[in-house]
Structures are given as C-alpha cells and as structure tokens.
C-alpha cells in the first residue's frame, strides 16, 4: 500500500469514527484533494447531528460529484440549518448529468420561493428561504449555461414578475441574458436607473453579439455608472471576441465631462491594446473639440506618442500652456517636457517655453499643493533643466514655510539632475563641514603672551559695578533657586510623549485666573434651581467622562517637517547614478540612527534596479548596524543585505537572525530566504547556516519559525523533514505555507502524518489533518 492510500484511509476511518472535529477536518481534506473512494464515509456523515459536518460532507460530495441522492435530497428538503441545504442544493446540482429530470425538480422546487404553509427559516432576523431560492436560480442557470441551453427561460421570466429583491432580481437577469436578450432590453426601456444597472451589470457578463451592441449603445447613455460597466465589459470580452466596431464608441468617451469615464475609456483601450494605435492625427480632431473638463486627459494620452506630433500641432498646444485651467496647463507641460531630443533641438523655443512656465507655476503659491509637487515630479522629465532650475529649487528648500511634499519634489528634481552648482550644495547638505575641500589657515602663538595680553585688556575695560546692579545680585543670590531651571524644548518634540510633556508644561505656564470651560459650567450648573436637578447630573456626568479622554487630546503632537538632508537622502534612492550610491555611503559616517534608517533605504532601492560596485562598500556599515545599531536601522540594513552578494551577506544576517528583537529576526531571515530564491548557498556554509536556522524553528515568534521552515526545506529538506513536519502541525503560521514545500517529499511526508495523526490529541491533529489533504491535492 502506498503511503497515499494509507493516508486516504486514515482519513476515511476518522470521518466514520471520529467526532465533530475530526469528522469536519477531515471531510475539508477530502474536499481539497477530490479524493474520490471515501463517498460511503461522507454519505454516512450526512446523517449526523452536527449540521457543520454535514455541511462539509455534502461540499466534499459536490467536489467529485457524487453521493447519494436520496439523501442528499433529504437534507436538502428536511435538515433544519441553511447551511446544510445550501451545500445539498450544490452536490445534487453536480448529479444533472446521472438524473437530470430529478435534479430539476428539487432545484425548481426552491426557486419558486417559500410554499404557504411552510414556516422554516423565519425564526431568526433573516429569511433563510432567500438564500435557497437564490443559490437555486443560480443553480438552474449554470446548468443552462453548462448545457448551452434554453432550459429554464419560462420559469425565470415568471419570477420575475414576483417583484424579486435586487439580489435575485440580478441573477434572473443574468440567468436570462444569453437566451433571451430581448426579454431584458424590453425591461431596459421601462426601467429606472437603478434597475438599468443592474440589467448593465448582466449585459456585462455576457459575451453574446447582442449584449455587446447593447453595451456599446449604453456608451452614449447619459448615466457615468453604466458607461462605466459597459466600458469594463468591453474590456473583458475583447479579449476573446471582436469588438473593433466599437472602438469610435469607445474613443468617443475620451472627451466624456466626467473623469472617472475617461480614465475607464483609458483603460479599456489599454486592455485592448489600442492606446498605441491612437496617432496624433486621430487623437487632435478630438482634442480641438473637447470641452475643456477632458482636455487634460486627451493631451496625457497625445503624450505617449508625443514624437509624432506635426509642427501644427505644436503650434495649437503651445497656448495651453498659459491656459487658466491648472490642470491643463500640466498636461501640456507634460506633453513637451517627454518630447524626443531630436524635437528638443527643433522646437527648443516651444521647449524653454514650457520649461519656464513650469518654473512659473511651481513658485505660483495659489495653486493647490498636490499640483505643485505634480510639476516638480513632472520638472524632472526636461532634459538640461538644472540651470534655470536649481536657483528656483534652492530658494523653495531654504524658505521654512515650504510644505514637506514640495521640498521631497523639489529634491528629486535636482538629483534627476545635477550642475557644479547643484551637485556641491547637494554634497554640503549631506556632508556637512566634510564637504568642505580647503583647509583653514591656524597661526599658532604663545599662550603666555595671550594670557597676559588679555588679563590686561580685561583690567582695563573692566565696568565698575553700579548700585542697581549690586542690588540685583543680591536678590538672585538669596530667592535664586525659587526659580525653576529653563524646561523649554531645544527641538519640536518628536514623540507623543515629548508633546504630552510639553502640553503639561505649558499647561503650568497659564494663569491662575484663566478657569477651565467644564469649571465654569460647574459653577453655572449649581446655580439652577432644583427643578434642573436630573439635567444637572447629567451635565456632571458628561464633564467626568470627558476628563478621561483629555490625555487622548493631549496625544496630537504635531512633528516638525522632515528635515531636507533626510529628504535628500529618500531623493537620491530614486537616483539612476552610481555617484548617487556612493554619496549616500560616503554619508554613513556620523549619520544619526534616522538618517542611517533613510540611508540604508536610499541604497536598497538603488540595489534594486543597479549593480554598482560601490554598493558593496556599504557591507561594512550594515554589519556594524546589526551588531550595535538600533532595532529601526538593523532591519533596513538586512534589506540591504537581500541584494549583496551572498558570501558577505550571510555570516552578518545569522547574526541579525539572533538579534533579541522579533522584527529585526524576521527581516534577516527574510533577506536570507530571498537570497536563496536566486542564488545557491555553498556547501561549506550550510551545515553552521542549518545549525543556527533550525534553532529558530523554537523562536517564540510566529513569522520567524514560519521563515525557518522556508529555509531549512530550501537548503536540506531531507535531514529536517520530521522536525519540520512537527513544526507545519504545531504551528497554524507554518502549516499553511508547508505542503508546497514538503512536495519534493510527499510519500515520505505522508508516512510521519499518517503514522501520528491518531495519536495526536491536542491541535496539531486538525492541523495534520489539513496538511495531509493538501499533499494529498497535488496527486489528484
């Protein structure tokens, strides 16, 4: 026998022998791996008096279509929970083939709704019968659709006379559109715009040729919402079917007054792989007669195909560029900031134009914020901008008032590009007093000399003391320590608790005569006559509760803005230049845990998408961060390490997965995991690599045994199977990740499950239960 049918029996003896739990587990099981040869197991556990496991025995029934119908039949009719009956109606569904007039009538029988005299399902605050009736019209209609056809367009018509509820209303709908279409667009004419909808929504799911006109005719209807789902479905059924004599309608919506239309029309052409079709000289008629509400969208889309344009054109855009509309005075900015270098040279009037009417409108304080930091997005896009551009930049980064959105722009403008100008500033921003080249001049001379030089200078200009101040002195020297130390803030507080401090400081600082608002009601309230007793309390109580949330007010600290040299770092993450990743390295040195944070940031996102040699120098700087960093700097600096080589990164991430931190744990063997995905650990490494990560297999953290049981089945599955497998039935975070892992040794992993699944008395049985079933899936 071998070791899968000795799991499938194990399985099948639970299902007859075990209780609810073990009955419920493994029927899942069985539904997960289509197991096939247990149908009298789940036939028996259709009678049980648990509804959950008869529940699961009809779902698993209806997986490999089987079962007895009689008693599915039963339950469907008799069994007094919903859940039971809904997952009957499914297996006796999957039965059609075998007794389809059968099979019908107990489907018709539900989809006609609730009968007179029967009151099931009404007890509680939802009509139980509403969910039969449903999942049986849906049932009918998938057999329709199975069968590929007009099985059941009578019954559905009819009920929808009954005034349905919109649920079922939409599935009859559904149930009806491929074969009879016409039923549904007589509906269309009379109905209101909800209703509309919902008969859009079932045009959508077909792929007929008349619901497609139907759907290309709702393109020109006035309701956004239905040109919307027309739209998607287009999209949807463009990919099987022909839909290019819908493409006008569709362009058509490009200049519809509403947005969320044209970024649907924008979608849907790009589903269909036409936006690159789009020429100029298609898109310039529509563009010339757009209302202005979607011009921005039409010029974004003449944008990606910008070196196309003629010089005519060029010549209509160019006005947009003063337009008073901001939004497309952008996209126009945007459409020549990516023309090509060859129409840079041609039209280089056209191009510093643009250019400085982008300048203009970044330093425009009436523009909202988010447009501004749009053009300094878009600023980036010019070729050879930093000259008339740094001055701009320089002077929006050193004003104190300027918003910390805009100054994030306004850096990832310059390092998109950089003159001597920009770069020094740049460096000194980063560096400091190291970015410095020339040394002071120091004159050395004799301490003596100054000493005496200045002894006589000060006995000279020494002031002799007035009476006034004598006096002065005298007071400070006797009352001095009744005065407090100064307890103000060199810095904004950066913490909730530095804030809640600074609030109670002030709080000592108001005067005495300054009462509380709730003080003053209290004193108003013990005023009123007796009369207002019951409303005084109430007021009272008010007032006590809202003492406990004052902390709570208290707790809205606002942070200073982010500070640009850590902006500037998150600036040159972005950068494409290996000078960028070694500036950011050479900004290690003295960077406070924050800016190592940010630093270590910068340098992954550029490790990313660029192989520089440079990089490596950082190695160093993230081992150091590991062993005496701080929690925050440790797990950027083990994202770092996920793209260095292998060899260096490895002895630094077994030291970080030991670290007394959970999440700096959890990051390094994520980094060690990733670099395993790409490249191969050597064999001398593996053993004390092995030694250090199956001792995490006991980490009191979830995600840190999960990432041990990565490892460990990547590098040596076959020595820790066992342990590994005690661990997938131990723990709910591994055991749901496990079966793909254990595949490679699935007979193997199928012995220990079924040698141990009974003798298991506590969770790890469900759990080994599950685990069995899904290897079990990948032989089905």
Wanted: net charge negative; charged share 20%; hydrophobic share 40%.
């Amino acid at each position: 026998m071998t070791q899968t049918n000795a799991a499938i029996n194990e399985l099948s003896k639970l299902l007859e022998t075990g209780d609810e739990a073990q009955r419920c587990y493994s029927a899942r099981a069985i539904t997960e791996a289509k197991i096939t040869t247990v149908t009298p197991a789940l036939n028996a556990c259709l009678y049980h008096q648990d509804p959950d496991v008869v529940a699961d025995a009809a779902t698993a029934l209806a997986t490999v279509c089987a079962g007895d119908l009689d008693s599915l039949q039963d339950v469907a009719i008799n069994h007094p929970d919903s859940d039971a009956r809904l997952a009957a109606l499914s297996a006796i569904t999957k039965q059609y083939n075998n007794e389809p007039q059968r099979v019908v009538d107990t489907l018709t029988r539900f989809a006609t709704g609730r009968t007179e005299e029967d009151d099931w399902g009404l007890s509680g605050g939802w009509d139980d019968w509403w969910d039969l009736q449903l999942t049986a019209v849906q049932l009918l209609s998938s057999i329709q659709t199975a069968q590929n056809s007009d099985l059941f367009s009578s019954l559905f018509i009819e009920l929808l006379t009954q005034d349905p509820e919109p649920e079922l209303e939409l599935a009859l709908y559904r149930a009806l559109v491929d074969f009879q279409p016409q039923i549904l667009l007589q509906h269309w004419t009379t109905a209101r715009k909800m209703k509309q909808r919902r008969l859009a929504r079932a045009f959508a799911t077909s792929a007929t040729t008349a619901a497609l006109d139907h759907m290309a005719a709702c393109l020109k209807c006035d309701d956004s919402e239905i040109k919307k789902i027309a739209l998607k479905a287009l999209a949807t059924h463009g990919q099987t079917q022909n839909v290019q004599a819908y493409l006008a309608d569709i362009i058509a919506c490009l200049s519809d007054s509403e947005p969320s239309v044209q970024e649907a029309a924008t979608s849907t052409l790009n589903q269909l792989n036409q936006l690159a079709a789009l020429q100029p000289t298609n898109l310039m008629p529509f563009i010339k007669q757009a209302p202005d509400s979607s011009l921005p969208s039409l010029i974004n889309l003449l944008s990606r195909q910008n070196d196309k344009l003629t010089t005519a054109d060029i010549d209509w855009l160019q006005p947009l560029l003063t337009h008073s509309d901001s939004n497309i005075k952008i996209a126009t900015i945007n459409c020549f900031s990516t023309l090509s270098e060859a129409q840079v040279l041609y039209y280089s009037d056209v191009y510093l134009t643009a250019l400085n009417s982008c300048l203009a409108a970044i330093q425009n304080r009436q523009l909202p914020l988010y447009q501004r930091a749009q053009l300094l997005r878009q600023l980036s896009q010019f070729k050879q901008h930093a000259n008339l551009s740094f001055p701009v930049l320089k002077a929006l980064l050193e004003n104190d008032e300027t918003d910390v959105a805009l100054r994030q722009s306004a850096l990832e403008a310059i390092t998109s590009e950089t003159n001597e100008d920009s770069l020094k500033w740049l460096t000194q921003l980063l560096l400091g007093l190291a970015s410095q080249e020339d040394t002071i001049a120091i004159t050395q001379i004799d301490d003596v000399d100054v000493g005496a030089d200045v002894g006589a200078a000060r006995s000279d200009s020494k002031p002799e003391k007035t009476e006034g101040r004598i006096k002065l002195e005298a007071i400070l020297a006797e009352h001095g320590d009744k005065f407090p130390e100064d307890q103000g803030f060199d810095n904004a507080p950066v913490s909730t608790l530095a804030a809640i401090q600074q609030s109670n400081i002030e709080a000592t600082l108001l005067s005495a005569d300054d009462k509380p608002d709730d003080q003053t009601l209290l004193e108003m309230i013990d005023d009123l006559d007796d009369e207002f007793t019951a409303y005084s309390n109430i007021v009272r109580d008010h007032l006590d509760t809202s003492e406990n949330l004052a902390l709570n007010r208290k707790k809205i600290a606002r942070l200073p803005q982010t500070d640009s040299k850590l902006l500037a770092i998150r600036a040159l993450g972005h950068s494409k230049t290996e000078s960028a990743a070694g500036l950011l390295i050479e900004a290690m040195l003295g960077a406070t845990p924050k800016e190592q944070h940010e630093l270590f940031q910068a340098l992954t996102n550029i490790a990313k998408h660029h192989d520089y040699k440079v990089l490596r120098n950082g190695i160093g700087a993230a081992g150091y961060t590991l062993h005496y960093g701080d929690p925050l700097c440790k797990q950027s600096a083990a994202q770092f390490l996920t793209h260095m080589p292998l060899n260096k990164a490895l002895p630094i991430l077994l030291v970080g997965a030991d670290d007394e931190n959970e999440h700096v744990r959890v990051c390094c063997l994520t980094a060690l995991k990733d670099q395993l995905e790409s490249k191969r650990l050597l064999q001398r490494h593996q053993q004390q690599t092995c030694d250090i990560i199956a001792k995490k297999i006991h980490d009191p953290a979830g995600g840190v045994r999960k990432l041990a049981l990565q490892i460990l089945a990547k590098i040596d599955l076959s020595k820790y199977l066992p342990v590994l497998i005690e661990l997938a039935v131990s723990d709910q975070e591994s055991n749901v990740i496990a079966a793909p892992l254990f595949f490679a040794k699935q007979q193997e992993s199928l012995a220990i499950l079924t040698y141990n699944i009974a003798e298991y008395s506590d969770h790890r049985q469900p759990l080994a239960i599950q685990l069995a079933g899904r290897l079990l899936a990948f032989t089905a």
